[in-house]
């Protein structure tokens, strides 16, 4: 028997499986929405990395310092410039020989500055002379020769003779610095084995260590615009630190 299907019918049948197909392609799609982002929440999901401690020791040490910094000059007036330039050059000479035939070596001597200017008097705008001062510093590795150094070469500049200051270094500091350093290994591991005591935790290797290693500055002193001839120059070294700080990470 034949069937036949009018065309408003045939329309709304097409309709209908047009609708179906629509809702089932929604759900599929759904479905593979939901489980692509439950695998993107699982791939993103933190994970917690092993535990550490992390400790600062530091370690300290003393030692005498050995060398010694002079800074000093010569302070002239002249009539002119050349005049007092010649002053102030024959001076330094004097002081320069002076060290060197007291054992100080010529690359240790070095010229530091040189200052040439007029002088007035009174409210007068025209000089009436001018003053030249030359510096020099003198490196003394010899801290048992230094006091005589600097008092042959204060005796060679004569009352034209200034002195800055002296400084003291500590320069010879290697081995100070390997003990300083296993002085602050040991510190950081007590830390960090006190840590992990109070955590409950063992304490396991070295992670990472970095450092910092610092020397006292040098220790200067003033001195008398001018030094006095005759004065004898006493040498007390004294002490000098050098410390050492280290940053440790533990496993534990």
């Known amino acids: 028997m034949a069937i036949s299907i009018n065309s408003g019918y045939r329309a709304a049948a097409i309709g209908v499986v047009s609708a179906a197909l629509l809702v089932g392609a929604f759900s599929i799609g759904a479905g593979q929405s939901d489980g692509s ?18 400790v600062t020791g530091t370690g300290t040490v003393t ?4 060398q ?29 020989s002076a060290l060197r035939q007291r054992g100080v070596a010529a690359a240790d001597i070095q010229t530091s500055g040189l200052s040439i200017y007029p ?6 705008q025209v000089p009436v002379g001018y003053g030249v001062s030359e510096s020099l510093t003198a490196t003394l590795n010899n801290l048992s020769a230094a006091g005589s150094q600097i008092e042959a070469a204060v005796h060679a500049g004569g009352n034209a003779t200034t002195v800055d200051n002296v400084s003291l270094n500590l320069t ?15 510190d950081a591991r007590a830390k960090a084995a006190q840590f992990a005591t109070a955590l409950g935790v063992p304490l396991g290797q070295v992670i990472s260590v970095s450092s ?41």
């Open 37 to 54: 982002a439950a695998q993107a929440a699982t791939q993103s999901a933190p994970s917690t990395g092993p535990a550490r401690i992390t």
């Open 212 to 252: 910092t290693d610092q020397v006292t500055p040098p220790v200067e002193f003033g001195a008398a615009a001018s030094a006095a001839k005759g004065a004898s120059v006493p040498i007390s070294p004294g002490s000098q630190q050098v410390s050492v700080s280290v940053t440790v990470v533990y496993a534990a």
């Open 172 to 186: 010879d500091d290697g081995s100070l610095l390997a003990s300083a350093r296993a002085n602050a290994i040991k």
């Open 68 to 96: 010694l910094m002079l800074s000093m000059g010569v302070q002239v007036n002249g009539a002119s410039v050349s005049s007092a330039l010649a002053q102030a050059n024959q001076a330094v000479s004097s002081v320069t």
């Open 63 to 66: 030692g005498t310092p050995n």
């Open 119 to 124: 002088n007035y008097q009174g409210n007068s």
